[in-house]
């Protein structure tokens, strides 16, 4: 009967399974000349950096004894977050105008990211900038807050919009979809009423006259 067990950094997990198997053991009884697979599952802590890790598996029946030593290579995970100052996918613009909305770029993995840029998906028309435009390297956990300048088309009629936000890299990528709440410039505002004010004024003087026919 051989039992099993591992030396591994701290707090990663290591299973032995047999071969073609999805079952765990911790031993397994072998008769004289006989051969059996074995597979060993190497779990890594999540937040574990990339680079090369020891893993040395035992096995022993009394006392023999046997051991070898595995070299585990992490490349590390590539994962990428946006995300607004207020966690809110909203905002409100002018048509017409600029309107800036900040928002965090976030290394949400294990590794280094290296090269990232930012685009927009918007409505015809539309300008939407960025400032930074690029990121050139976002270590582990930090982020990276951008001002986004977003000018709806003068035209634009008031109503909600939608735009896609992306920032990506040869690793990772992530989207984000904002509703954008346009509105008229006040000037139309008070364009508009001045145009209501000047036809009541003019169906007063044209009742004004007919009264007097």
Same mark, same amino acid.
């Given at each position: 009967?051989?039992?099993?067990?591992?030396?591994?950094?701290?707090?990663?997990? =290591?299973?032995?399974?047999?071969?073609?198997?999805? #079952?765990? +053991?911790?031993? +397994?009884?072998?008769?004289?000349?006989?051969? #059996?697979?074995?597979?060993?599952?190497?779990?890594?802590?999540?937040?574990?950096?990339?680079?090369?890790?020891?893993?040395?598996?035992?096995?022993?029946?009394?006392?023999? #004894?046997?051991?070898?030593?595995?070299?585990?290579?992490?490349?590390?995970?590539?994962?990428?977050?946006?995300?607004?100052?207020?966690? @809110?996918?909203?905002?409100?613009?002018?048509?017409?105008?600029?309107?800036?909305?900040?928002?965090? =770029? =976030?290394?949400?993995?294990?590794?280094?990211?290296?090269? +990232?840029?930012?685009?927009?998906?918007?409505?015809?028309?539309?300008?939407?900038?960025?400032?930074?435009?690029?990121?050139?390297?976002?270590?582990?956990?930090?982020?990276?807050?951008?001002?986004?300048?977003?000018?709806?088309?003068?035209?634009?009629?008031?109503?909600?919009?939608?735009?896609?936000? #992306?920032?990506?890299?040869?690793?990772?990528?992530?989207?984000?979809?904002?509703? =954008?709440?346009?509105?008229?410039?006040?000037?139309?505002?008070?364009?508009?009423?001045?145009?209501?004010?000047?036809?009541?004024?003019?169906?007063?003087?044209?009742?004004? @006259?007919?009264?007097?026919?």
């Amino acid at each position: 009967l051989f039992r099993f067990s591992a030396g591994a950094p701290r707090g990663w997990g =290591v299973l032995f399974k047999p071969a073609y198997e999805n #079952k765990q +053991i911790s031993s +397994i009884r072998l008769k004289a000349n006989e051969t #059996k697979g074995l597979d060993v599952a190497i779990t890594p802590l999540p937040w574990q950096g990339p680079g090369e890790y020891a893993v040395m598996v035992q096995t022993s029946a009394g006392a023999i #004894k046997d051991t070898l030593d595995l070299k585990v290579v992490l490349t590390g995970s590539y994962e990428l977050k946006l995300a607004t100052e207020t966690g @809110r996918l909203d905002t409100k613009a002018t048509a017409g105008k600029e309107n800036n909305l900040s928002i965090f =770029v =976030v290394n949400a993995g294990s590794a280094e990211i290296h090269d +990232i840029t930012l685009s927009s998906t918007k409505p015809e028309g539309w300008v939407i900038t960025f400032s930074p435009d690029r990121i050139d390297s976002l270590p582990v956990g930090m982020q990276q807050e951008v001002n986004v300048g977003i000018e709806p088309a003068a035209k634009s009629i008031a109503g909600d919009y939608m735009v896609t936000l #992306k920032t990506s890299s040869e690793l990772a990528s992530e989207t984000m979809d904002l509703r =954008v709440a346009v509105g008229t410039p006040t000037h139309w505002g008070w364009i508009g009423v001045g145009i209501i004010v000047l036809v009541i004024a003019g169906l007063a003087v044209l009742f004004t @006259r007919l009264g007097r026919r």
